[in-house]
């Protein structure tokens, strides 16, 4: 058995220079972009939807990717759709729903079905953000259930892409001491 498994035909596609932890699972309909890294004990589940994440992606340690399948309850189901430069704190839970571009989803955060978080925005630590609520880009969120909590500073906006730079160059260290 291996930690990246094929599920009913779909095998999980990884983009250029990508780095899954050996401690991660990832099954099935699982497509990433360039430069992404998966962390330790982190479950990406495609296993009855599809995962979609963009380039420059960090998944970390102890998060949880899922979907929302197809029903009577829930026609069409919910893909897991992940932009680029998201960066997902660790022990996030992420299921079926759509993350714009630029984001922060901090630590210990619960994003559920449906959910949408536009480009650029902050979700912060221990958020939960309820099925169908949608975050407007350019704002922090806060607490459980979630509220805007203010516009973001153009410093915070600048961070989206220089903490997805730091992760690549991370698992480029971790790429790097595995091929040698």
Known sequence: MTNVRSHKGYTP?????????PSAVVIGDVKTGDDCSIWPMTV?????????IGDRCSVQDGS????THASDFNPGGHPLTIGDDVT???KALL?????????????????????????????AAGCLVPPGK???????????PCKQARALTEKERSFFTYTAGNYVKLKDEYLSEHDN
Do not use: N, P, Q
């Not at 949880?64 to 979907?67: E, K």
């Not at 571009?101 to 449906?114: A, E």
């Open 44 to 52: 990406v589940r495609g296993d009855m939807h599809r995962i979609r």
């Open 134 to 144: 949608v975050l407007k880009s350019g704002h922090l969120y806060v607490g459980s």
């Open 64 to 67: 949880v990717l899922h979907i």
């Open 95 to 123: 299921h079926g729903c759509t993350i714009g571009s630029r984001v922060l989803v901090g630590m210990g955060c619960i994003i559920m079905d449906g959910a949408v978080v536009e480009d650029e925005v902050i979700v």
């Open 88 to 90: 997902i704190g660790h």
């Open 13 to 21: 596609d990884f983009g250029e220079r990508a780095w899954i932890d």
